[in-house]
Each structure stands twice: as C-alpha cells, then as structure tokens.
C-alpha cells in the first residue's frame, strides 16, 4: 500500500536546486496534500497561493535507461483508458478517455529533448470535452528527467468552468538512485482560480496522482490497492 502522511505545517517541496524532497522518497510511496500553500519558486510558476496542492514520492525499479522513462511521458495515446479508483463510486474507473498527441504520434524522446512546448488533448472523467495540454521537458540527463505539463485550454463540466486555462500544473522529477533503483517526485497544483467546486474531494486528486505516477513508472493503474479508498 502507499502511505498518506499526515498534515505538515511547512509546505510542499521539489528536489529542485538541491533542495531535500517534501514528502521524503519512499516505498511504497508516501502523498501529502497542503490546501491555499505557496509553491517554491524554483517551480518558476506564478507566486500565488495553489488552492490544492498534492505530491507524491516514491522509489521504484527500473533497468532501462532515462530514454525508456522519458518515452512514457510521451506516449500519450498509452494513457487512453488509464483507470484509477473513484472514490464516489468506490470502484476501479476510467480517469482518461481519450488522449492523443496534436499531429497524431505520439512524442519521441529525441524530440522531447529539445525542450519545445509539445501539446495533447485529453478527455478525462472530469471534462465535457477534450482539454489541450502543453508539456516541456526541463531537464532530459541520464540520470535526470524534469517534466511540466500546464493546460492551455479550460476545463468545463456541464457549462460550469471549473479549471481556467493555465490552473492545472504539475511537475515530475525523476532522478537515479543507483543501477536498478529511480526516484519519483510528482507535484500537481491547481490554481487559486480553480473552482471550490472542483477540489472538494482531496482523496480523488490523491487516486489521480496514483494512476499517473504507475503509468509513468510502468505498472498497471489498479495492480495495488487504491491509495485513499
């Protein structure tokens, strides 16, 4: 199982700029949230108080090279039928729809490695429609992968916009630990626009960052007991 670590009173922090990792690497992994927190700067994000803020950390086995981690953030289309656990309906479901790149193809590392604004659509359980995405690779070392993605275009549900373009964000670091062993470091953060609607329910953005943080790492979505179930 993953551990959800308790309410900490100092906020969020990335392993950027040298800086020890909040929450700490773990295995299985550990998840805190922070509500209406500042986020470090070194995120280069706007300096406003995120109305919900959840990371997970965690170490996993890899015996592949950082091409092979890298290639799972562009494999968008992979991510179509990416199942988590609803915790409204207390069963496996579907978060994304649909998912492809723009143009088509999914994004290769090589190209990912220039670190051009790369875009995709999906369509996720949240959504009326297909949200657009921009993804930038900030860092692509062997021993090191940085990526963000933001949306560009809002997120509606039923005419209401629940999530404004440019108030969904996350970040993922992955580093080396050693020959078969990786460290994950992922922040999502939605905006201090965001709808209250939207970030009622803390337990589903922690199922979410669960289901994304498998497929990166290359394990089925449901192969583990839900994290908040």
């Not at 470091?185 to 905006?191: I, K, N, P």
């Amino acid at each position: 199982m993953f551990k959800i670590l308790p309410a900490f009173a100092q906020g969020p922090q990335p392993p950027c700029d040298g800086a020890r990792p909040i929450p700490r690497y773990a295995d299985p992994p550990a998840v805190r949230t922070w509500a209406k927190v500042e986020l470090p700067a070194c995120l280069g994000w706007p300096a406003e108080k995120s109305r919900l803020v959840v990371a997970l950390a965690g170490r996993f086995r890899h015996d592949g090279g950082a091409d092979a981690l890298l290639a799972r953030f562009g494999a968008i289309s992979g991510m179509r039928g990416l199942r988590y656990w609803s915790v409204t309906d207390k069963a496996w479901r579907v978060l994304i729809k649909d998912a492809a790149a723009l143009g088509g193809r999914d994004f290769n590392p090589d190209e990912m490695k220039r670190g051009e604004d790369l875009h995709f659509e999906e369509e996720d359980s949240r959504s009326s429609a297909a949200v657009l995405y921009r993804m930038r690779v900030l860092e692509a070392k062997p021993d090191r992968i940085v990526v963000q993605t933001e949306n560009v275009s809002p997120v509606r549900a039923f005419l209401v916009t629940l999530f404004p373009a440019g108030s969904l964000r996350a970040a993922y670091f992955l580093q080396r630990i050693d020959g078969e062993s990786w460290a994950f470091y992922g922040l999502s953060s939605t905006g201090a626009e965001a709808s209250a609607l939207a970030t009622m329910s803390e337990a589903s953005y922690v199922n979410r960052a669960a289901a994304l943080y498998r497929y990166f790492i290359g394990v089925p979505a449901d192969r583990d007991p839900p994290l908040a179930p």
